[in-house]
Nanobody, 123 residues
Framework: QVQLVDSGGGLVQPGGALRLSCVAS????????MAWFRQAPGKDRHYVAG????????DYADSAKGRFTISRDNARNTVYLQMNSLTPEDTAKYYC????????????????WGQGTQVIVSS
């Protein structure tokens, strides 16, 4: 089994920044793909960013390009999502996810999920 614990959410003003973290434990491996998804109230869960193991180039949803950065520290079994220039449209619960093999933008492809961390962007 793999356990994912995500954290770092909170309340931030528009234009602000947050860094989310996801710590993997258990059978997690550094060559697994990791991703962040988000779900706003009443809406479907959407892909935000993903990164493969072994230094695979990160990938971003259009809404995240230029503002968000996904990175991983394999020594710490941790994946980060640095979010800058936040807007109210970024308000959602953010989830990290893990899967064996390459990254994917489809949530159905991921086997393990964190519990989610809430991000609220509001003045």
């Amino acid at each position: 089994q793999v356990q994912l614990v995500d954290s770092g959410g909170g309340l931030v003003q528009p234009g602000g920044a947050l860094r989310l973290s996801c710590v993997a434990s258990g059978r997690a491996r550094s060559d697994w793909a990791m991703a962040w998804f988000r779900q706003a109230p009443g809406k479907d869960r959407h892909y935000v960013a993903g990164i493969g193991g072994g230094g695979t180039l990160p990938d971003y949803a259009d809404s995240a390009k230029g503002r968000f950065t996904i990175s991983r520290d394999n020594a710490r079994n941790t994946v980060y999502l640095q979010m800058n220039s936040l807007t109210p449209e970024d308000t959602a619960k953010y989830y990290c996810a893990a899967k064996y093999g390459g990254a994917s933008p489809w949530d159905r492809d991921y086997d393990y999920w964190g519990q989610g961390t809430q991000v609220i962007v509001s003045s």
